[in-house]
């Protein structure tokens, strides 16, 4: 029997570890997982077929860049992004408030929403929460998030309340606007890095009955200790039986800490943008594949490694590629990142599974942070 | 019964047009056949398993670059430009003397033979025949192109009397460098526009026996007319059992009309190279995926295409990559453009096996210059 959209499936528990299953509208996934950043409907240089390759399950698209370009009108009309970027595997998009903050220009905030404009023509556009649930329904996500006010760190007490209290309300504006029932939304816990506004912000964001909550601003200029420091007495506080998603992050490092709280989703662009400028994530930490060591290596980025990169690259190729500045070097880059990222959720599902999600958390802090544990043991 | 290397198996002839199969250290391949540019160990955005797909037989790879960055000596300690590329079928490389005289600067050509500065770094490098022979040997490539002087368009009768006569002894120098019996060496016939010159090339190189010829020359700024009108008196004078091969041409038409001259290989930037730029070649001429009019076009680039890119991706998605700057646009595109140019290598093929090649090419004409015939049936 098919589960209903929107269920999440608790697997399995491992200490405050947690293997899931969400199902969409277009099929289920399992978590943890990590999102591939497809900003303007292509995760850059991969095909789907690649994604699909390189273990990809959910692809996140964003709403500010697409509804600037090409528009969610146009795509609607062409059958929706999973249509248009040939990927059938669930999507989830963003409100737009992220970037909406982050990168357009001349911003007005009222109760309403935001006047801002493009960072592409300096045109004039506004999104308000209705606005984002209308264009995140035109474009076909199977994941729609709500749309939040992102305050820029470090921001003062009375301006943490104040968005939180706006957020509140434009969560459930957000709620009433919703229209499609295989479009799922998402609440986003906002409160900046004190763990009361934190609680109080998702006991409002709670209030109102949603299939998934996520944390939103983290990773938006503040040391991540501060973050990493919150998670594990933030996250169990979320509904057991939703899925728990860390809007923008991370590094591996950062995925497996966050997983070891509790959260069961992840995007970020890390691997797929350091990948085209030569930074290669392995199982032993990260590297520059410009190194004038690799000059002459003919073995694999990661000998640990099984992806296509790896099995068929030298890295004293993947230099080249790199230093020619060639397309095919960012391709082959992002490929193996992907893979390292998707292999690393696979493991932490396995291990969790297994009941042996410490060991595998201490392997990679040892792996990734140089940790040393053996002296417990 | 395997044939030998070098062996050219002429499998039909219809007209002028030639049907054959040429046998290399790394298998053999089909004629009429184009090439893939792949000037730095790589054919732009394609993956050596895309240009499988897409039905490449052979890669070209540029002696000059590839002596600049990484280094001959760097790819042969690798396992030979096979292996580095991760390229399994032949590989054919020209001789660096087309980049010296075209990329280069401060050129100083003597008889041994050129000193010049690379443009990459301006450090002085020299290139002769015996130079151009070791570093196509430490490639390992399968076939070994003669070094030869390029002259540009337009020159003068005593510069291309001196070029061909210079031409000619470089080559019997080349002949007397090769080392590697897997290496095949093809001649360079050069003489300009003036068919007189080129048959005295011709005669000059055909004197040593090699398992191919090549017609050199063309396509450095000369009207791509005055070539044609010299091919169907030239080529046919070429050597009937060996490979022919007309450098660095050029669009389908050129192709065709080659083919209808005698032409059996072709190499040429131009189906990668406008990929990048959104010109697509369908079987309905050349369009640019720019035009405003497939800004909501759910349709292929081209109806009659069954590439990847056709079956998966509408007109106004490619357009949109296209616009928005993203490497995906230049890997779709290119992808369909190299498929097109296989596929009419293929068709040409088979058409000159059935004995209808005076249709296929009129189909072409029609197709690609708009030229009618319904007046002559």
Redesign the interface.
């Known amino acids: 029997m098919k589960s209903p959209i929107g269920t999440f499936e608790l697997i399995a528990k491992n200490e405050k570890a947690r293997r899931g299953r969400f199902h969409t509208h277009h099929g289920s996934f399992e978590t943890p997982t990590f999102m591939a950043v497809g900003t ?3 995760v ?5 077929q690649d994604l699909e390759n390189c273990g990809t399950q959910v692809v996140l698209g964003n709403t500010y860049h697409l509804h600037l ?2 528009g969610e009108k ?1 795509i609607q ?3 929706g992004l999973h249509k ?3 990927w059938k595997k669930p999507i989830l998009t963003d409100s737009g408030g992220f970037q909406v903050f982050s990168l357009a220009g001349l911003r007005q905030i009222t109760e309403e929403g935001v006047q801002f404009k493009s960072h592409l023509d300096g045109t004039a556009h506004f999104i308000s929460p209705e606005k984002s649930m209308e264009i995140q329904m035109d474009l076909g996500s199977d994941i729609v998030m709500a749309f939040d006010e992102c305050l820029s760190y470090p921001a003062t007490n009375e301006q943490i309340q104040n968005s939180m209290d706006r957020t509140h309300r434009w969560l459930v504006r957000s709620h009433q606007a919703m229209t499609r029932t295989q479009a799922l939304l998402f609440g986003i816990v906002q409160g900046g890095l004190n763990l009361e506004f934190r609680k109080y912000s998702l006991s409002q964001v709670t209030s109102v009955d949603l299939p998934g909550y996520a944390l939103g601003g983290f990773s938006v200029g503040e040391p991540i200790e501060l973050m990493h420091h919150l998670l594990p007495d933030l996250v169990p506080l979320m509904p057991q039986n939703k899925p728990r998603y860390l809007m923008g992050v991370g590094t591996p490092l950062d995925l497996i800490l966050a997983i070891d709280s509790g959260i069961d989703m992840f995007d970020c662009v890390i691997p797929t943008r350091v990948a085209r400028n030569g930074t290669i994530y392995t199982w032993s930490g990260k590297v520059s594949i410009k190194r004038a060591e690799y ?2 290596d ?1 073995g694999p980025l990661d000998p640990e490694c099984d992806c296509a990169t790896c099995t ?3 890295k ?2 993947l230099r ?2 790199f ?2 500045g ?3 070097g ?3 880059n992002t490929y193996h990142n992907l893979y390292f990222y998707m292999q690393l959720m696979k493991r932490a599902r396995s291990h969790i599974e297994k009941g042996t999600w410490r060991e595998f958390k201490e392997f990679c802090l040892t792996r990734f942070a140089g940790i040393d544990f053996t002296g417990k043991k």
Chains 1, 2 share one sequence.
């Open positions: 303007k409907a292509t850059k240089g991969m095909t789907p370009r090409p146009l009309k062409l059958g248009f970027m040939n000059k002459e003919p068929n690259y030298s004293a190729y080249h590629l230093l020619s060639e397309m095919l960012s391709q082959l």
